[in-house]
């Protein structure tokens, strides 16, 4: 890095899915933030709320309909149809679940335990929580609050800020 | 790559101030590199690079989470034995490389 280059200091992240790459993605990238020092807000919206929601946080799925970036063990194309098999996804999710603890990638409560831990702030999208009728004791301890989007920007300022949408 | 004396002891540094030889390392070492970090080693510390120490050199990767489970300290005690980098200062206090872990 050069001299002119500021480091970056926070990073706002919003996720708005309930899938496990995007979920994931949105942790290892909060996560890795904290790690290096770099302040972190996550914001959980639409259905990126089942992340924190206590009843669906573990059950999450990748999905295998609709998914071009699908493929068969071994690299073969995985057919469209066969991800509408069911059970073959809650399967396909399982392996990758699998995969990732071999990776030492922790499951989602946990994942979100050591974000906070470092200081990392999780919140909740008003407006969803409001469309699914969840209230903030159906969510996980780790969630800070339930905010608004403007309250969220609020928490999105300061110099060399950055908000990332997965 | 730069050539250093710490502790009395002439080490070899890379870019970024991690020794590039582990058996470079002691604990005056550690005192020394961490004190420019701003951070003053306990106990607490050394047991946390001794065991970073023990598990690179058993070859196994590393992670935050592997240490949170050491039973030394929890995630949280680690990032308040080591503000701002709990795995980035700790290796460069072990003397080992930078890790180049994800999580």
């Known amino acids: 890095m050069s001299k002119e280059d500021k480091p970056l200091k926070k990073v706002c992240i919003i996720c708005a899915k309930a899938s496990i790459e995007d979920v994931y993605a949105t942790l290892v990238m909060a996560n890795g933030a904290v790690m290096e020092g770099i302040e972190a807000k996550v914001f959980f919206t639409f259905f990126g709320l089942d992340a924190i929601t206590k009843k669906q946080m573990k059950k999450l799925h990748t999905a295998t309909v609709g998914n071009p970036g699908m493929r068969m063990p071994g690299g073969l194309p995985f057919p469209t149809w066969l991800g509408g098999i069911p059970g073959v996804e809650a399967g396909v999710s399982a392996m990758m679940k699998k995969q990732m603890d071999a990776l030492d990638i922790p499951p989602v409560d946990e994942f979100l335990e050591m974000i906070t831990a470092g200081g990392g702030e999780i919140y909740a999208c008003k407006l969803a929580m409001d469309m699914f009728k969840l209230t903030k004791e159906d969510l996980h301890e780790e969630v800070s609050a339930v905010l608004t989007i403007g309250e969220f920007y609020e928490k999105a300022g300061g110099e060399n800020t950055q908000i990332i949408f997965t | ?103």
Not at chain 2, 10 to 24: A, F, I, R, S
Not at chain 2, 26 to 43: C, F, Q, W, Y
Not at chain 2, 69 to 96: C, E, M, N, R, V
Request: glycine content about 10%; hydrophobic content about 35%; aromatic content about 6%.
């Open chain 2, 1 to 103: 790559m730069a050539e250093k004396e710490i502790a009395g002891k002439t080490v070899q540094l890379n870019d970024e101030g991690y020794l590039t030889n582990m058996e470079d390392w002691s604990r005056e070492v550690a005192a020394e590199i961490a004190k420019e970090d701003g951070i003053e080693l306990t106990d607490k510390h050394y047991e946390v690079l001794e065991y970073l120490r023990e598990k690179h050199a058993a070859g196994e990767p590393l992670s935050i989470r592997k240490v949170g489970k050491s039973g030394i300290t929890d995630i949280k005690g680690l990032y308040q034995l080591f503000p701002g980098g709990p795995l980035k200062l700790s290796s460069k206090f072990a003397g080992i490389p930078k890790p180049a872990s994800c999580v």
